[in-house]
């Protein structure tokens, strides 16, 4: 039987090849990243002697062996050796060693003999990305508020935390918001106020009566169709049910109004219907309502004043293929209304609005389009 000095001295010798080999192969950056074992490297139960701080690399520290160095702790988590680099040479045929890409995904390289040696291959692709991730470290910022910025920076984990919200100007306001005031105007006048680009807000207008800067002309021709593309912005009331109508609680919808004006000396008779703009959302949830002249409704009991509406659905109603919105899976959906008279050089006041207060609207825009029916 051999005595237990004897044995731990094989282990030694037996640890000292491993070593020299472990050294040996670390020199080009293949060392420690195979996933598969070579049956000839040493057995696992091998006691290797601690790495060197330098020197030479096949002569084991003087403390090798012993219990207890009396070395000072790690402080830190070992986080491995790096990657190998490609075309650097690898033990194992077939091993494989990957490395993180991209939003917290990995690509993969091979060891392979392609001629001249075991050689790690290119990394593949970045696969196993997070969805809407980001590249960990990655600064961006981004608008917000009113012409405001936000800093976010991509986290280790692949996804953005944000900063607070900074740069907005003083008193600042939503670009191409109007507001309204009656300060020192006469009944049924008001004064109004732009807000810019820079979202600020520029000087009140004298008082007079509030109209809109969306309008239309109809088209003098019978069966002649005039198209325009609006966007929903701002918020408004609206009627609910019949025109005339009460107000629908206190809700507000996103809003459309464009002024249509009738240039010939004949009352003219036409029809009014949404579709989709080139570049909005297709069957959009909408409804439209009219209001005679040009004056914009500015409080509850003139906003119940509409003359046509609330409307839902499109004309040409079943089947859905022939309606004039363009719906695809539903009248309810663009909204139009006929036999809207205008007198002669006179106008009304065509609002489209979402049916619900949180209708998906895309980009927010449609095509309002007008066909003349009748002159008479």
Same mark, same amino acid.
């Given at each position: 039987?051999?005595?237990?000095?004897?044995?731990?001295?094989?282990? !030694?010798?037996?640890?000292?090849?491993?070593?020299?080999?472990?050294?040996? #192969?670390?020199?080009?950056?293949?060392?420690?990243?195979?996933?598969?074992?070579?049956?000839?490297?040493?057995?696992?139960?091998?006691?290797?002697?601690?790495?060197?701080?330098?020197?030479?690399?096949?002569?084991?520290?003087?403390?090798?062996?012993?219990?207890?160095?009396?070395?000072?702790?790690?402080?830190?988590?070992?986080? !491995?050796?790096?990657?190998?680099?490609?075309?650097?040479?690898?033990?194992?045929?077939?091993?494989?060693?990957?490395?993180?890409?991209?939003?917290?995904?990995?690509?993969?390289?091979?060891?392979?003999?392609?001629?001249?040696?075991?050689?790690?291959?290119?990394?593949?692709?970045?696969?196993?990305?997070?969805? !809407?991730?980001?590249?960990?470290?990655?600064? =961006?910022?981004?608008? #917000?508020?009113?012409?405001?910025?936000?800093?976010?920076?991509?986290?280790?984990?692949?996804?953005?935390?944000?900063?607070?919200?900074?740069?907005?100007?003083?008193?600042?306001?939503?670009?191409?918001?109007?507001?309204?005031?009656?300060?020192?105007?006469?009944?049924?006048?008001?004064? @109004?106020?732009?807000?810019?680009?820079?979202?600020?807000?520029?000087?009140?207008?004298?008082?007079?009566?509030?109209?809109?800067?969306?309008?239309?002309?109809?088209?003098?021709?019978?069966?002649?169709?005039?198209?325009?593309?609006?966007?929903?912005?701002?918020?408004?009331?609206?009627?609910?049910?019949?025109?005339?109508?009460?107000?629908?609680?206190?809700?507000?919808?996103?809003?459309?109004?464009?002024?249509?004006? @009738?240039?010939?000396?004949?009352?003219?008779?036409?029809?009014?219907?949404?579709?989709?703009?080139?570049?909005?959302?297709?069957?959009?949830?909408? =409804?439209?309502?009219?209001?005679?002249?040009?004056?914009?409704?500015?409080?509850?009991?003139?906003?119940?004043?509409?003359?046509?509406?609330?409307?839902?659905? #499109?004309?040409?109603?079943?089947?859905?293929?022939? @309606?004039?919105?363009?719906?695809?899976?539903? @009248?309810?959906?663009?909204?139009?209304?006929?036999?809207?008279?205008?007198?002669?050089?006179?106008?009304?006041?065509?609002?489209?609005?979402?049916?619900?207060?949180?209708?998906?609207?895309?980009? !927010?825009?449609?095509?309002?389009?007008?066909?003349?029916?009748?002159?008479?």
């Amino acid at each position: 039987m051999r005595s237990l000095k004897s044995s731990l001295v094989s282990v !030694g010798v037996a640890g000292l090849l491993a070593t020299a080999a472990i050294v040996g #192969c670390s020199a080009d950056g293949g060392a420690g990243i195979e996933t598969e074992t070579d049956p000839t490297e040493t057995p696992p139960d091998a006691v290797l002697p601690p790495p060197s701080g330098g020197g030479d690399a096949g002569k084991p520290s003087s403390d090798a062996g012993t219990k207890d160095s009396g070395g000072k702790p790690d402080t830190g988590v070992d986080a !491995g050796p790096p990657p190998p680099t490609p075309g650097t040479a690898c033990l194992t045929d077939g091993a494989k060693a990957s490395r993180a890409c991209g939003a917290c995904g990995t690509q993969e390289a091979v060891c392979l003999d392609e001629g001249s040696g075991l050689k790690w291959t290119e990394y593949g692709a970045c696969g196993n990305e997070l969805a !809407g991730g980001c590249v960990p470290g990655t600064v =961006v910022d981004e608008p #917000c508020g009113n012409c405001g910025t936000v800093k976010k920076t991509c986290t280790k984990y692949c996804a953005y935390t944000s900063g607070a919200c900074t740069g907005q100007p003083a008193m600042n306001c939503k670009p191409t918001t109007v507001e309204y005031s009656t300060a020192g105007c006469p009944a049924s006048q008001y004064r @109004n106020r732009l807000c810019g680009t820079a979202c600020t807000w520029g000087s009140y207008s004298a008082c007079d009566t509030p109209t809109t800067p969306n309008k239309m002309t109809l088209s003098t021709t019978v069966n002649g169709v005039v198209s325009a593309d609006w966007a929903l912005s701002g918020t408004t009331k609206r009627p609910s049910g019949t025109c005339p109508s009460t107000i629908s609680g206190t809700s507000l919808y996103p809003y459309s109004v464009v002024e249509v004006h @009738n240039p010939t000396a004949q009352t003219i008779e036409f029809t009014a219907y949404q579709s989709k703009s080139a570049t909005g959302q297709a069957n959009a949830d909408l =409804v439209m309502w009219t209001y005679n002249g040009n004056a914009l409704p500015m409080n509850d009991a003139a906003l119940g004043q509409c003359v046509k509406g609330v409307e839902d659905y #499109c004309v040409n109603g079943a089947p859905v293929a022939g @309606n004039i919105c363009g719906n695809t899976g539903s @009248n309810f959906y663009f909204a139009a209304i006929e036999a809207i008279s205008v007198p002669p050089g006179g106008h009304v006041l065509v609002y489209s609005s979402t049916f619900g207060t949180s209708t998906s609207i895309g980009d !927010g825009t449609f095509t309002l389009s007008l066909r003349t029916t009748k002159r008479q």
